[in-house]
């Protein structure tokens, strides 16, 4: 077990979080009440993968088709997980360079924070030094950390580490880059929207990721989001199950198409 000394020594451990940043009191996430979904719906919804779900919002029009997605250099670190939905946490982070505040203090105001989200919790961690990160925030203590925190991934522009052990959490990984140090790595500032991947992400946010990379599910959709998503299999089943056929012909496609031969 870490002591006093260990703690003090760790990146991130509770007891001796380096932190560079000032503040007064600890933010706290609400989420709309039509944004709070059980567990059930969100496992009907995991039953999706991300291209449906970005289909299905597209159907319903509530923006533009290319907004509300990450970029494709955020990328899962362990894909066969399957699906990651929850609501966002967010954080700023920066490692190339030694905090401002030049020592360790407590932080449990950032572990309050955490817990005000609704469950499942996700991390969304801006790194200032991106595109170019120089130490990783995640690894194996603070996967476990946040686990028991409540959280059940992170999504970060910055790297992780430790993957072995963070597998073995089954703790989701969605990282720009992976990084052997972690530097002189620091939270800068938590509470306020990031830009991570491209996509402006606010605390509470509800996100889905897998292995095509990471979507906001928008609150006032996300208790239907798996019945839209559904609308969308079965206008695309069929179709699908005519391309695939044996008597495919082109004769065929004019037909189930409704154009005529020219």
Known sequence: ALGAAGL???????????????????????VPEEGILDDRTIALLKRWDS????????????????????????????PDFGPMAGYAVTATIQASEPAKSGGYVDRFEYYEYIQSAPPPRIMVIHDLDAPNPSGSFWGEVHGNLHRAL???????????????????????????????????????DFGKPVTVGGLEVKPGDFLFGDEHGVIQVPHALARKAADLCYEVYKSERPVIDFYQSPGFTLEKLREFSGQKKK
């Not at 003090?8 to 609400?30: C, D, S, Y």
Request: glycine share 16%; net charge positive; aromatic share 8%.
């Open 150 to 188: 409540g959280c059940i991934g992170v999504v970060t522009d910055g790297g992780v580490r430790d993957l072995g052990p963070v597998r073995m959490l089954r703790f989701h990984y969605f990282a720009a880059e992976v990084l052997v140090s972690h530097a002189h790595v620091h939270l800068v």
């Open 8 to 30: 003090a020594g760790a990146a991130g451990v509770p007891g001796g979080f380096l932190f560079g940043g000032a503040l007064a009191e600890a933010p706290r996430i609400t």
């Open 51 to 78: 291209p449906t779900i970005a289909n299905a919002i597209e159907r319903a029009g509530v923006r533009p088709a290319t907004q509300g997605f990450m970029g494709p250099k955020i990328r899962p670190q362990f």
